[in-house]
C-alpha cells in the first residue's frame, strides 16, 4: 500500500511539485504506519471551527473533571458479536471529530471485541475511557411496567449520578448522532436535557415541556443516585422508564427545575428539517430552512430509528419501481454516521463481518432488482 502511494505521488509530482510536502508526506507514512497516517492526513484537512452563537463562546478549559458519558451494556445471553459497543464507536470519534476537549467515558461489562481486541485499549485510541459498569436495580413493579422492554437496559443510565470521579457529565443515548462540538453546555448550572418534542412542534408553537433523557447535562451526587433508587421504590409503576422517573423526582423530590435544550441543540431526527432553521439569513434576508436547522445531537435515525445501525439487514429499505434500495443511503446523517463507525474501526484496528459489509460502498449502495 505504502509503494502505492509514493508511486502515485512520484507521478504527480514530477516537475514543481512541493518537495517540502512530500519528504513530510514520506516522513509521516514510514514514522506512522499508512493507517495512521491516513487519518493524520485527514485530520490535517479537516479542521471544522463552529462559528455561531453559544459556540462562539471560548471553551471551557479541562480540568478533568468533564466527561461525555455513553452506556454499552450487553445482557449475558447476547451474543459477542452483536455487542452494544459497536453503536459507542460513532460518538467517540465524532467527539475527536468536531474537537471535543473532554473524553468520552464508556459504562460497559465489555471487556473483548469478539475478535479478541481488548476494548479498554482500543477505546484509548478514541479518547476514550472504560469505566465498569455495574447493574442499577429496578424495583419489579416498574420493570413490568416499561411501554419498552428495552428500558430495563436504558434504566441503567440512573448510574450516571454514581459518577463522582466528574463534576459534571454529559450524557448521549447510542442511539444518536453528533455533528457539532456541545462542550459549551458543560458551563451551564444545573440540569438539563433534550426536549421531549417528539411532535417537532416549533418553539412558539406551545413545544412539549417533558424532558427526554437522551441527551442530558448532570452533576453526579451520591445522594441523588441514591435518592432516585429510593424514589423509584415507592412507586407502582412506571410507564415511560428512566426519563419518567428522573423528571418526577427532580420536580418532586429536589423541587429543582430540569432545563430543555433547545431544538437546534437536540432533535429526533424525524425532525430534522420540519424545525426552525439557525438565524442565518440569504442576500434577500430570508432564512435557510432545511438543513440549516440541523441539531448538534440527533437522537434516533428516524421514527423507527433504522439507519444508525451497523447491521445491514436492519436499514430501512424500499422497492421501487422493481428495484430494491436501501434507504438509509438517501439520509445524510445515516451516512455520516456510517463515515464515524467506519472511520473508528480503522482506527481502532478491530475486526468484524458485519461492520466490514456495513463499510463496503457496493453493498450500502447496492441496487437489487
Ligand atoms: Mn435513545
Not at 479518547?127 to 455495574?134: C, G, S, Y
Not at 437522551?214 to 428512566?242: C, F, N
Request: glycine letters at 4%; one cysteine or more; charged letters at 20%.
Amino acid at each position: 500500500m505504502i509503494k502505492r502511494i509514493h508511486v502515485h505521488l512520484a507521478a504527480v509530482g514530477a516537475g514543481a511539485y512541493n518537495l517540502t510536502f512530500l519528504f513530510w508526506l514520506c516522513n509521516l507514512l514510514l514514522v506512522s504506519g499508512y493507517s495512521d497516517a491516513k487519518h493524520i492526513l485527514a485530520r490535517q484537512f479537516l479542521k471544522v471551527k463552529e462559528p455561531h452563537g453559544e459556540h462562539a463562546n471560548p471553551v471551557v478549559q479541562n480540568d478533568n473533571r468533564y466527561a461525555f458519558v455513553q452506556l454499552a451494556y450487553d445482557p449475558p445471553e447476547t451474543h459477542a458479536s452483536a455487542s452494544s459497543m459497536w453503536q459507542i464507536l460513532p460518538a467517540a470519534r465524532a467527539l475527536q471529530r468536531v474537537g471535543s476537549s473532554f473524553p468520552l467515558v464508556v459504562l460497559t461489562n465489555i471487556r473483548k471485541f469478539a475478535d479478541g481486541t481488548d476494548v479498554s485499549q482500543a477505546l484509548k485510541r478514541l479518547n476514550a475511557e472504560v469505566v465498569p459498569a455495574h447493574k442499577v436495580p429496578i424495583p419489579e413493579a416498574l420493570e413490568n411496567s416499561f411501554a419498552e422492554p428495552s428500558w430495563k437496559y436504558a434504566f441503567q443510565k440512573l448510574q450516571i449520578w454514581d459518577l463522582t470521579q466528574f463534576n459534571k457529565v454529559i450524557w448521549m443515548d447510542s442511539d444518536s448522532l453528533l455533528v457539532r462540538n456541545i462542550d459549551w453546555m458543560f458551563r451551564k448550572d444545573g440540569i438539563w436535557a433534550q426536549r421531549d418534542n417528539w411532535d417537532c412542534a416549533s418553539s412558539d408553537a406551545s413545544p412539549s415541556t417533558e424532558m427526554c433523557s437522551g441527551l442530558m447535562l448532570v452533576k453526579p451526587e451520591k445522594a441523588i443516585y441514591e435518592g432516585l433508587q429510593k424514589y423509584a421504590e415507592t412507586l407502582p409503576s412506571l410507564i415511560e422508564g428512566d426519563q419518567m422517573l428522573i423528571s418526577m423526582y427532580f420536580q418532586s423530590v429536589l423541587k429543582q427545575p430540569i432545563g430543555l435544550l433547545d431544538d437546534l441543540v437536540a432533535a429526533f431526527g424525524h425532525c430534522v428539517g420540519a424545525l426552525p432553521s439557525i438565524p442565518y439569513s440569504d442576500p434577500s434576508g430570508s432564512t435557510s430552512p432545511g438543513l440549516w436547522g440541523m441539531p448538534s445531537f440527533i437522537h434516533k435515525s428516524n421514527e423507527l430509528n433504522k439507519c444508525f445501525n451497523r447491521n445491514t439487514t436492519k436499514h430501512l429499505r424500499s422497492k421501487t419501481d422493481g428495484i430494491q434500495r436501501n434507504m438509509c443511503q438517501y439520509n445524510p446523517l445515516s451516512r455520516y454516521w456510517r463515515e464515524l463507525l467506519c472511520e473508528a474501526v480503522d482506527i481502532i484496528g478491530v475486526k468484524d463481518e458485519e461492520v466490514r459489509v456495513f463499510c463496503d460502498d457496493e453493498v450500502f449502495f447496492q441496487e437489487v432488482n
